[in-house]
């Protein structure tokens, strides 16, 4: 019972922060015990920031006790620092691979914090670039290497290094899909909207190209279904899908993705995910890109969700220490555990993904 009235009222705070909407908060008379509750849970789904915002226009009565509110004021500075940090980086990385011919997209992160309302506000990752062919990715990877840092391959096709204390990772693929079967699919659409990015990003005073909406929100996507198979993901992830669909709804053609979510084979998981977004996180069903489905129960996956946390490092169901870099407790039963719980929602990427996952780590190795 405690914990879900906390959760009740994360959720309200949650979405005031992410629409400025003034929906009735009657029920946030919190103790302070159940306010540090309330700040914890955000800040395992790192969310904390974007709950920040949902407090400001609340009367005295309700706000948190001052010392917590402090707390929080200084936790959101340091995201915000932490952001303005991430962009410079971004905006000096862009430099060097534009003095070696190199024009690579941003994937996620920055991308997606443009679609809130208080872009500094959402807490920051890695940085992803995406470089468009082998030849490319390889030279990324010699030139940052040249600018003295350590570049380690990693799962997934990937590669990671640290510049100036931020993580920041290469990929050769640019989504995160497993199903081998798809993958002629994917080529074809990287092809057929290469020529429309969305419209570029000015970080630090330097332009960034991003994907074009349709295809950001297939990378967005794909990518909360490929954590849902490992690890678990939280709710920042869902906020970023929301925003996104919001922001660009006029740029996506509705009837084209859903044919393209349906080709993938994870439309009926994606119905999920559109009932999500708009029964807990606030979406305006108007904002989606196509029709609810009828009949969908997600309330199964909101609360797979919210006990996993940030990619499932706080997940109190397999332990909540990291075991190493990378390393989770139980690692393959929490996989299989996943993949039975989705197969019947992405069939193929479900087979599929534990083959590939373990594969490519010992790849990577």
Same mark, same amino acid.
């Given at each position: 019972?405690?914990?879900?009235?906390?959760?009740?009222?994360?959720?309200?705070?949650?979405?005031?922060?992410?629409?400025?909407?003034?929906?009735?908060?009657?029920?946030?008379?919190?103790?302070?015990?159940?306010?540090?509750?309330?700040?914890?849970?955000?800040?395992?789904?790192?969310?904390?920031?974007?709950?920040?915002?949902?407090?400001?226009?609340?009367?005295?009565?309700?706000?948190?006790?001052?010392?917590?509110?402090?707390?929080?004021?200084?936790?959101?500075?340091?995201?915000?620092?932490?952001?303005?940090?991430?962009?410079?980086?971004?905006?000096?990385?862009?430099?060097?691979?534009?003095?070696?011919?190199?024009?690579?997209?941003?994937?996620?992160?920055?991308?997606?914090?443009?679609?809130?309302?208080?872009?500094?506000?959402?807490?920051?990752?890695?940085?992803?670039?995406?470089?468009?062919?082998?030849?490319?990715?390889?030279?990324?990877?010699?030139?940052?290497?040249?600018?003295?840092?350590?570049?380690?391959?990693?799962?997934?096709?990937?590669?990671?290094?640290?510049?100036?204390?931020?993580?920041?990772?290469?990929?050769?693929?640019?989504?995160?899909?497993?199903?081998?079967?798809?993958?002629?699919?994917?080529?074809?659409?990287?092809?057929?909207?290469?020529?429309?990015?969305?419209?570029?990003?000015?970080?630090?005073?330097?332009?960034?190209?991003?994907?074009?909406?349709?295809?950001?929100?297939?990378?967005?996507?794909? @990518?909360? %279904?490929?954590? *849902? +198979?490992?690890?678990?993901? /939280? &709710?920042?992830?869902?906020?970023?899908?929301?925003? $996104?669909?919001?922001?660009?709804?006029?740029?996506?053609?509705?009837?084209?993705?859903?044919?393209?979510?349906?080709?993938?084979?994870?439309?009926?998981?994606? @119905?999920? %995910?559109?009932? *999500? +977004?708009?029964?807990?996180? /606030? &979406?305006?069903?108007?904002?989606?890109?196509?029709? $609810?489905?009828?009949?969908?129960?997600?309330?199964?996956?909101?609360?797979?969700?919210?006990?996993?946390?940030?990619?499932?490092?706080?997940?109190?169901?397999?332990?909540?220490?990291?075991?190493?870099?990378?390393?989770?407790?139980?690692?393959?039963?929490?996989?299989?555990?996943?993949?039975?719980?989705?197969?019947?929602?992405?069939?193929?990427?479900?087979?599929?993904?534990?083959?590939?996952?373990?594969?490519?780590?010992?790849?990577?190795?």
């Amino acid at each position: 019972m405690e914990e879900g009235f906390v959760r009740n009222a994360l959720m309200v705070l949650l979405r005031r922060g992410l629409w400025g909407t003034r929906e009735e908060v009657n029920a946030l008379s919190l103790t302070a015990a159940q306010w540090m509750a309330l700040y914890q849970a955000a800040s395992r789904h790192t969310v904390e920031g974007i709950v920040y915002d949902g407090i400001q226009s609340l009367g005295p009565a309700c706000t948190p006790p001052r010392d917590l509110m402090i707390r929080w004021t200084v936790r959101v500075d340091r995201i915000e620092r932490q952001n303005k940090h991430m962009n410079k980086c971004i905006a000096e990385q862009m430099a060097l691979f534009s003095a070696h011919g190199l024009d690579p997209l941003l994937l996620k992160g920055q991308g997606l914090a443009a679609c809130y309302p208080e872009p500094l506000h959402r807490i920051c990752g890695d940085v992803d670039w995406y470089f468009g062919g082998k030849t490319a990715y390889q030279t990324a990877a010699n030139v940052v290497r040249q600018s003295g840092a350590e570049v380690r391959a990693t799962a997934g096709f990937s590669s990671e290094y640290a510049w100036r204390g931020t993580a920041m990772e290469h990929h050769q693929r640019m989504f995160d899909i497993h199903n081998p079967f798809v993958f002629p699919l994917l080529k074809r659409l990287q092809r057929r909207y290469a020529g429309t990015p969305a419209a570029s990003l000015r970080l630090a005073g330097s332009s960034v190209r991003l994907l074009s909406p349709i295809l950001m929100a297939v990378q967005v996507n794909v @990518h909360i %279904l490929k954590h *849902l +198979l490992s690890f678990g993901i /939280g &709710l920042r992830q869902l906020c970023d899908s929301a925003r $996104l669909y919001s922001v660009h709804k006029k740029a996506i053609d509705g009837g084209e993705l859903k044919r393209i979510y349906g080709k993938l084979g994870i439309l009926p998981w994606i @119905h999920c %995910l559109h009932q *999500l +977004l708009v029964d807990r996180l /606030g &979406l305006p069903e108007g904002d989606l890109p196509f029709e $609810l489905a009828e009949g969908v129960d997600a309330a199964w996956m909101m609360d797979d969700i919210w006990m996993a946390g940030n990619f499932g490092f706080t997940d109190p169901r397999f332990g909540t220490t990291e075991v190493a870099a990378g390393e989770r407790h139980d690692s393959a039963k929490r996989i299989l555990r996943n993949v039975m719980r989705y197969v019947r929602y992405a069939p193929m990427e479900a087979i599929s993904f534990p083959f590939v996952h373990f594969y490519s780590r010992y790849a990577a190795k």
